[in-house]
């Protein structure tokens, strides 16, 4: 039996609630601006983690990477979005929707990290601000989380986040063909994430916004 930090395990798993709970309520509230009321009729406008949570991506996947000692990364519940309901500009407006998940991300590392000179104002790593406050440790983990988060959804690939972006800016007949591939979206994901592409993806970028806000 590995070693578990129950303390570090349940920080994790708060983090990542959080952060997923803003993540899917960002969709909510753009799409609702935007013209669909489809997931706030839905209850799904909400910062109530109960409504986001998805069984194996919120809890169980995050336990795994917890245990096995990998990067805490999950998902929640997707909201739903009636691109009938965005009219003229559909694609636009849903590319606007679907960057508002790693936009809202993104300002949590940077509150997180504005928060955490605060409480530790030194460079001293996870070690050093460990103990010097008892918020440090889950306001660095915030932080790298959030970045991991928004950077992966921003993968240009269907059904992640970044795949809707470039879908938006994409007209005429490479949109279409990249609606024909769309289908294909979790074999593509799967095979970046096998073969260890997607980590080289998603390291560099993940790495430049970490050394700005750390």
């Known amino acids: 039996m590995p070693n578990i930090d129950i303390v570090q395990l349940l920080t994790g798993l708060a983090v990542l609630l959080c952060s997923l709970t803003v993540h899917e309520a960002a969709h909510a509230w753009a799409a609702d601006r935007l013209g669909d009321s489809t997931a706030r009729k839905l209850g799904r406008l909400s910062l109530n983690p109960a409504v986001h949570i998805d069984p194996i991506g919120t809890i169980v996947f995050p336990l795994i990477a917890i245990v096995s000692g990998l990067p805490i990364i999950g998902w929640a519940k997707p909201v739903p979005v009636n691109i009938s309901e965005l009219r003229e500009n559909w694609r636009q407006k849903f590319m606007m929707v679907a960057a508002a ?35 440090a440790p889950a306001l660095y983990l915030a932080v790298r989380l959030n970045v991991l988060l ?51 993806i998603i390291s560099p970028p993940s790495a430049l916004l970490l050394s700005w806000l750390l």
């Open 101 to 135: 998940g790693p936009a809202s991300n993104l300002a949590l590392a940077i509150i997180a990290a504005t928060l955490l000179r605060v409480v530790a104002p030194v460079d001293a790593g996870v070690e050093g601000v460990a103990a010097q406050s008892q918020l």
């Open 150 to 200: 928004a950077v992966f959804n921003m993968v240009p690939v269907p059904p992640l986040d970044g795949g809707n972006v470039l879908s938006g800016l994409l007209t005429g007949p490479m949109a279409d063909v990249f609606d024909r591939l769309r289908p294909y979206g979790f074999l593509i994901l799967y095979g970046l994430m096998f073969t260890g592409t997607l980590w080289t």
